[in-house]
């Protein structure tokens, strides 16, 4: 079983020597300078993985990282420590620390903690997958290896690795407020490499999710490993992207990635409180075709990006962001909706007690349209369907992204043809979202397998889109081609 | 609760894991640790904004039980987390399967003495918050000041850091050094007459305090990159010359190394596979990996499995001269190991670069733009857009546009594309202005054609 918030908190108390006294104790020194507020985030991670190659169990690791990260608001600035020994001493000498950014020297009271709650677990399980026998682990990569091998002849490599772990949260604020989450996530992955005649070809796939073994009653390691084999086997025949702005239908799913990048990371509202990005100062504008509504939701089941409570201890939320078009909300951590007098929207997150918190996404999605998803592929002469992706990048301030597609075919009078190698995708995000003219009614969250950079620290996160029709996206291919065109 | 040994010896805290290990019966074993502490101050618009310090430490060990591997980390070091860290190493051990390549580095191969290679500057532990303060507060002044339209920031971080790594394992190797480094980095918003942003950032980044760039040049430099954007739009889409800054070649040393990498060969996973001592380049390409250049981030005296770092070409006049190994690949393709090992705390040690170089040439950067009728000078890329297996290249990019020989008007929203292979041959001018970024450095490059694709 997973741990209720309560078992978190007597983990702390019992294994750790971190009870209730000892955190109002490091309150206290935090605060020695003043400080309008002070936040500990407690930390213990166990992790493991296991990678199988050339049909064995290749290395198997374990970890343990446990510490807490202190943090002493004063304004607008912060001071930041941590420490991986929980003695009394080194926690007293971080927060000492963390507390020179305040020089009011003004007198603090003293804290005293109140354990609150969230509305519900959004990824209880019944068991972890860090306390499964290593064997069936091992089994599973087994079976994904033979399944791979046995999609293709062609197939000549297979890689398979399994990742887990189990986070255990308690942040502690000077607001009174303690609260307790236990983490869990896992991740399956299968590489696959095609060798046909001399070419080769390689392909990735892999999910998983805040969840325990059940996901593989779902996600056989068979399907996702065949997965894997068949974008590998698929790019033997590819042929040469086009180079040019085209029409571009994306497929429901991982094309979720365009929106992280187009308007995802300028929502963060540490940007827009700066004014550094290209939605600042844009609340209410119009920012997106009408057809176009997105939501940051880290309450969804099981999702990859999903919590119950923010890493500044505020429920996980569920923030409209682009309604119908029209920008409604950042994304918010502390600091920033301080700044913008706003309720905090559970997006403050942190890669771990080792930095400090800011605004990110969790699930980030586009509600479903009223398109027949074959519709928009038949509303375009020529153009490009976007099927399988590796990653993408905003430049927050002139709006341009990328994303980069490795799975993507032709469109040809309306019909899919042939596939095309690996290309990039460029556009400007206010821009490509005005040219939505086509949302299917299929909306689906990507599997769990996407993580999010920004400033040197990386967050699990989730995207989903349906179905999308976008009139024109620069395609970064090689094949020189008179511009494309859609028909009515 | 038991409480924690703190120390700040790495050395001892490996020898500690280590010694546990043997006595619990692992064959062979290695550990590291590392401990740092790293102090950073960001200001914006001449106010402080973060201001952060800590020490961290943490070990890794590796053991091997007839043949079967496994490895495990721990930021917890008292003497009980330890012992439970290499019980379970055991137990993870029994459970992989045998790996006749599996092993530690060989002996003859390893260190013997620690070179001076200057990696510690005694200074960089005096440094000061207030040092730091007042450095990233001029580099930003410098930066706002350089021009009326230079109007916001994204911040100006100065941080330094001081390292310890230690390494020992169980054919008697034991190995430490410390090192120092210190970073200053600015990013500035120009604005222009409709209210449209465009950004761009620069740093420096040394092992020693004085080889930084100095504070008000770094924030200039930021300063007229972002106002030399000012009003970049979209190129048409065309096949023209592309001149590579010196910035963006020394990525595309990253590259060549990455596909470079033993591990990458023995998957048959990069596109530089069965082509060692041929000639896969313009004969202007010569690409060093070194890891012993005196005072470079890139450098340390022996790699993550205790082998003595060394230089490699990786490519010389536009020949592949060959890949870049830890042991463990060495032996699996029979090869030698290069110094190449890079180990974290976490895992088995993985193949990487020292310090990356792409030789300078002749020609002056200015002659190289004079030679270019029509083309691009490639000052940006974004994106992930490198298959390594088919040497398949698509980015995005944002540069300016070269007409009858000059830098015109800046552009950007384009890609740029091509194949590895093809754009390595298509090198038609190296520059005499190598520029160390880090740990790399590079000249200006041109390629005699890409693809630019746009509107």
């Not at chain 2, 006749?100 to 500057?121: E, I, M, N, W």
């Not at chain 2, 048409?236 to 470079?260: D, F, K, Y």
């Amino acid at each position: 079983m997973s741990d209720t918030p309560a078992d978190v908190i007597g983990f702390y108390a019992s294994q750790l020597g971190v009870d209730e006294a000892a955190a109002e104790s490091v309150l206290a020194s935090a605060l020695g300078r003043g400080g309008s507020f002070a936040e500990l985030y407690f930390e213990h991670k166990r992790s493991g993985s296991l990678s199988f190659e050339d049909q064995q169990v290749k290395s198997t690791q374990a970890s343990l990282s446990q510490g807490v990260g202190i943090r002493v608001v004063e304004g607008d600035a912060i001071g930041y420590a941590y420490t991986e020994d929980l003695s009394p001493d080194a926690m007293r000498r971080a927060a000492e620390t963390a507390a020179q950014i305040a020089h009011g020297g003004a007198e603090t009271e003293a804290v005293d903690l109140t354990a609150a709650s969230y509305p519900a677990d959004r990824y209880a399980i019944a068991s972890p997958s860090t306390s499964t026998p290593l064997a069936d682990k091992v089994e599973l990569l087994r079976r994904a290896d033979q399944a791979a091998r046995a999609w293709h002849p062609s197939i000549a490599r297979v890689d398979a690795s399994m990742v887990d772990e189990e986070k255990r949260v308690l942040i502690v604020r000077s607001d009174g407020r303690m609260v307790a989450d236990y983490q869990p996530l896992l991740r399956f992955n299968v590489s696959c490499l095609s060798e046909l005649d001399g070419e080769r070809r390689n392909a990735r796939w892999g999910g998983g999710g805040r969840m325990g073994m059940p996901y593989f009653d779902e996600h056989s390691p068979e399907s996702l490993a065949e997965e894997a084999a068949r974008q590998a086997v698929l790019q033997q025949e590819a042929r040469e992207a086009p180079a040019g702005t085209f029409p571009v239908v994306l497929a429901a799913g991982d094309s979720g990635i365009l929106l992280h990048e187009a308007v995802g990371h300028g929502l963060e509202a540490d940007f827009n409180r700066k004014g550094t990005s290209n939605y600042s100062n844009r609340i209410g504008q119009s920012v997106a075709s009408e057809l176009v509504t997105v939501i940051d939701d880290a309450t969804l089941d099981r999702s990859r990006g999903s919590v119950n409570v923010d890493d500044e201890g505020e429920p996980a939320g569920r923030n409209l962001l682009i309604e119908d078009g029209q920008l409604a909300a950042y994304m918010q951590d502390r600091i920033s909706s301080d700044h913008f007098s706003v309720a905090p929207s559970g997006n403050g997150r942190r890669q771990s007690f080792r930095h400090a918190p800011m605004p990110r996404m969790t699930n980030t999605y586009m509600t479903a349209g009223e398109d027949d998803p074959q519709d928009l592929i038949r509303r375009v002469d020529y153009g490009i369907f976007c099927q399988a992706f590796s990653g993408g990048q905003v430049n927050i301030t002139n709006g341009d992204f990328v994303f980069s597609v490795t799975e993507g075919y032709l469109i040809e009078n309306g019909q899919i043809t042939a596939p095309i190698r690996d290309v990039n995708l460029i556009g400007n995000g206010p821009d490509v979202l005005s040219k939505v003219t086509g949302v299917g009614h299929d909306l689906e969250m990507s599997d769990g397998r996407w993580t999010c950079g920004k400033s040197g620290q990386s967050v699990p996160v989730g995207v989903g889109i349906p179905t999308v029709l976008v009139s024109g996206i620069t395609v970064g291919g090689t094949q020189m081609r008179p511009g494309g065109g859609m028909s009515a | 609760m038991e409480t924690s040994i703190l120390t700040t010896e790495p050395l001892e805290i490996a020898a500690r894991i280590l010694e546990r290990a043997e006595a619990a019966g692992a064959d062979q074993a290695d550990a590291i640790a590392v401990s740092s502490t790293n102090a950073s101050t960001t200001v914006r618009l001449q106010k402080l904004e973060k201001v952060s310090e800590s020490t961290s430490r943490s070990v890794g060990l590796r053991v091997i039980l007839g043949g079967r591997q496994a490895t495990v980390s721990t930021s917890e070091v008292s003497d009980a987390a330890l012992d439970e860290a290499v019980q379970t190493a055991m137990e993870l051990a029994r459970i992989s399967e045998p790996d006749p390549y599996a092993g530690l580095a060989d002996p003859t191969t390893q260190a013997r003495s620690t070179p001076p290679l200057s990696l510690f500057d005694e200074q960089i532990p005096e440094v000061d918050g207030d040092h730091r303060l007042s450095q990233a507060m001029s580099c930003e002044q410098s930066a706002l000041d350089a021009d009326g339209r230079i109007v916001n920031s994204g911040g100006a971080t100065f941080s330094t850091s001081v390292g310890n790594f230690a390494l020992v394992d169980s054919n008697g190797f034991a190995g430490t050094y410390a090192d120092t480094s210190a970073s200053m980095w600015v990013e500035v918003m120009a604005e222009e007459a409709d209210g449209q942003m465009r950004n761009a950032g620069w740093s420096t980044s040394e092992r020693a305090l004085h080889r930084l760039d100095d504070a008000a040049e770094v924030g200039r430099e930021a300063a007229a990159r972002a106002l030399r954007q000012l009003g970049a739009a979209k190129a048409s889409t065309c096949e023209v010359p592309v001149v590579w800054e010196p910035r963006m070649a020394a990525g595309l040393a990253g590259i060549v190394s990455g596909a470079a990498s033993g591990e990458a060969l023995y998957r048959r996973a990069t596109f530089l596979a069965e082509r060692e001592e041929q000639e896969i380049a313009s004969p202007l390409l010569t690409i060093v990996d070194d890891g012993t250049l005196s005072g470079r981030l890139g450098s340390r005296p022996f790699d993550g499995e205790g082998v003595v770092t060394r230089r490699n070409a990786l490519i010389e006049s536009g020949v592949f001269r060959g890949f870049l190994f830890d042991s463990y690949n060495a032996r699996r393709l029979d090869a030698v190991s290069t110094g190449s090992a890079w180990r974290s705390v976490g895992g088995l040690p993985q193949i990487g670069s020292g310090n990356l170089s792409i030789e300078p040439g002749q020609i002056a950067p200015e002659q190289i733009v004079a030679d270019v009728e029509d083309g691009l000078y490639l000052t940006t890329l974004m994106g992930f857009g490198v298959n390594y297996t088919t040497g398949d290249f698509s980015r995005g990019a944002a540069g300016i546009w070269i007409r009858n020989g000059e830098l015109a008007e800046p552009v950007q929203e384009i890609n740029v594309s091509g194949n590895l292979l093809e754009m390595f041959q298509r090198i038609d001018a190296v520059g005499s202005d190598a520029q160390w970024f880090g740990a790399s450095s590079a000249p200006t490059l041109r390629m005699s054609r890409m693809t630019v694709s746009g509107a």
